[in-house]
């Protein structure tokens, strides 16, 4: 790596803020020798080009030795960041790679095939006549020739040990703050009528221990194998024969994982077991002294090894940017990283901090022994804040799909819910671009969206946060820690969360809006994680007051509206659900569809269901 090239690689034309300062203190700190830089920059701060800047410091073919690694890869957990850096002009060198089931075939039969179910994982021997062409293999071959590589962490991680994506010199990891959690939901082992293609087979124990989930992993690691070699001995596969068969890989790999990791004596890695209660198995009487389990959930605690091998041991240097770095002892330990071998930057944030003000309206605590209490004086206070901001777009952080729909109820009995707009699991992208191109000044009731969401100038000018976004106590992982007495981590992560959330409706130094506190718990999160604040958010808890607000008087809070609502309440369940706006039917309708989860960090993070 040359960090020299940092200011001739910075790939904007000038620069704004502090990026011209970060990158003479990103180029020192390695300089300096450091194998890792966390760069620690505010929101609006420009990490994208930063990160550019970076990778296209790594070492080129021809300036060392022909085994020295070269080239970067620039990866990022959030697929709508890699989004955003695949439309960026100033980023266009960054040759971005996805997953086969994001490309679509190109064979005149196979138009509406996506690639991992074409005819080429189909059928054995398959000699396709268009595979130079192929849309996955192109961008794969490019992607792997060329200079930076973009990708998603999860293909990231995937493809390690890979021959086609091998060591790099230089790694960067974009809104590197999750890390650790990600890797710990990656190694998570599912098993389960939705993740074992023949579940409803099996004969599940009731496991006890570690120990016994070990055993049995291995024999179901045996089992997959026997019915994945079973599919490869057919000459052609069918479209659901290919997804067994590439789940059962897949499954092979993670258990195989998990059985060698408990097995190995050096590995840091802390294992916990749950089991559901089985559903609708017939637990015979011969079977007594064997009792009959439910679906397993295998996590892993210190993930540092599953780093090491998917992380780590792809490049020779990495950069890693966030805004929520709060605590770098803190970040090495969970990720597995020697502080000594690590750098911290901090990225100075030139937003005025009078245009990204904090607001205490809170009303209670959202715990779920005082939810039932402050669930309506909070909704009283979005109706007032809706009079408070009758012509701009505002988005309530609702926390959990149980929230969101109590809101969303409550308002509608209120009698402003033609203001409102609401998602589901399955609808929430949708749900979102609609409510973002729509000019009407409607409030988004939305669910885990306190990350990667660009609402910058009027697509948003104010937000409430619902609930302070503690970790779900019941998590075993979660609970393992507290009982070791990791309260400082618990208070942490919910902090990062916040201050990730108040950083979606102010985008630029000239942007503003507004973020508004309803649940008491966060004035006392605030409080506990002072000391792991960086100082620019320290100064909006500082600044925070009580706004001046309206009275509570629905048909203010309609605006324009207030005349022709009548009219607009009256739209179809499917016209209101297909625009995300919030009624009873379609509040009701959601309820139904909520089975499916879309983004594995909902199943992460959702606390109330």
């Known amino acids: 790596m040359n960090p020299e090239r940092l200011f001739e690689e910075f790939p904007a034309p000038s620069y704004r803020g502090a990026q011209q300062q970060a990158l003479r203190d990103i180029r020192d700190a390695f300089a300096a020798g450091n194998d890792v830089v966390l760069v620690r920059a505010p929101t609006g701060s420009g990490k994208s080009l930063l990160a550019r800047a970076v990778a296209g410091c790594a070492r080129r073919a021809g300036e060392g030795d022909p085994s020295d ?3 970067a890869y620039y990866t990022t957990p959030q697929v709508s960041q890699l989004d955003d850096v695949a439309a960026d002009d100033l980023l266009a ?3 971005v790679i996805r997953g086969k089931s994001n490309y679509t075939c190109i064979l005149p039969d196979e138009r509406d095939t996506p690639v991992n179910q074409a005819p080429c994982v189909r059928e054995r021997g398959y000699d396709c ?5 192929c849309p996955y293999f192109s961008d794969r071959a490019i992607a792997s020739n060329r200079e930076i590589a973009a990708m998603t962490l999860a293909y990231f991680m995937q493809t390690a040990g890979s021959d086609v994506f091998r060591k790099r010199d230089v790694v960067v990891v974009d809104e590197a703050h999750g890390l650790a959690e990600w890797a710990e939901m990656y190694a998570t082992i599912q098993l389960g009528p939705r993740t074992v293609p023949f579940w409803d087979e099996l004969r599940v124990p009731e496991v006890d221990s570690v120990e016994r989930a070990v055993r049995y992993a291995d024999n179901l690691a045996g089992t997959c194998e026997r019915r994945k070699d079973e599919l490869l001995a057919q000459e052609t596969l069918s479209a659901a024969d290919v997804r067994e068969r590439d789940r059962l890989q897949e499954l092979i790999g993670e258990l195989e994982w998990f059985v060698s990791d408990y097995r190995d004596p050096q590995s840091p890695t802390t294992w916990l077991v749950d089991q559901s209660k089985p559903h609708g198995r017939d637990d015979s009487a011969d079977d007594a002294d064997d009792p009959a389990g439910g679906p397993l959930t295998i996590k892993p605690m210190n993930p540092e090894k599953y780093l090491q091998h998917t992380v780590w041991d792809r490049g020779n240097k990495f950069a890693l940017l966030s805004a929520t770095i709060l605590n770098k002892a803190a970040f090495c330990r969970q990720v597995g990283l020697e502080p000594e071998r690590v750098a911290l930057v901090d990225v100075e944030h030139t937003f005025p901090v009078e245009n990204r ?7 209670g605590k959202m715990t779920y022994e005082h939810r039932d209490e402050t669930t309506p004086k909070i909704a009283r206070t979005i109706v007032r804040l809706m009079a408070h901001h009758p012509d701009e777009k505002g988005l309530i952080h609702a926390h959990s799909y149980d929230i969101q729909e109590r809101l969303a109820d409550l308002l509608a009995d209120f009698g402003v819910g033609e203001r409102i707009r609401t998602h589901d699991r399955d609808g929430r992208d949708a749900a979102l671009e609609a409510w973002k191109a729509s000019d009407e000044p409607d409030v988004f009731l939305s669910v885990k969206m306190e990350e990667a969401l660009d609402l910058k100038g009027d697509l948003c000018r104010w937000q409430v946060l619902c609930k302070a976004p503690f970790l779900n106590t ?7 820690r507290l009982e070791e007495g990791q309260w400082a981590w618990y208070y942490r992560t919910t902090l990062r969360t916040v201050i990730q959330a108040c950083g979606r409706v102010v985008r630029a130094p000239d942007d503003y809006g507004a973020t508004y506190l309803a649940d008491s718990s966060l004035v006392d999160l605030f409080d506990r994680a002072r000391t792991d604040m960086p100082d620019w958010f320290e100064a909006q808890v500082d600044r925070m007051q009580q706004p001046d607000l309206p009275t509570f008087e629905p048909q203010t809070a309609l605006g324009d509206r207030s005349a022709t609502g009548s009219s607009r309440r009256g739209a179809s369940t499917s016209e209101s659900t297909a625009g995300g706006r919030s009624s009873r039917s379609s509040s009701q309708s959601g309820r139904s569809r909520r089975s499916s989860r ?7 993070w959702d606390t109330d269901e």
């Open 598 to 604: 879309s983004s594995p960090l909902a199943d992460v």
């Open 129 to 133: 006549s268009v595979k130079h062409r």
């Open 93 to 95: 060198d960054l040759n």
């Open 357 to 363: 003000p904090l607001y205490d309206v809170t009303q």
């Open 69 to 71: 690694a070269t080239g």
């Open 474 to 480: 019941g998590d075993s992982r979660v609970a393992h």
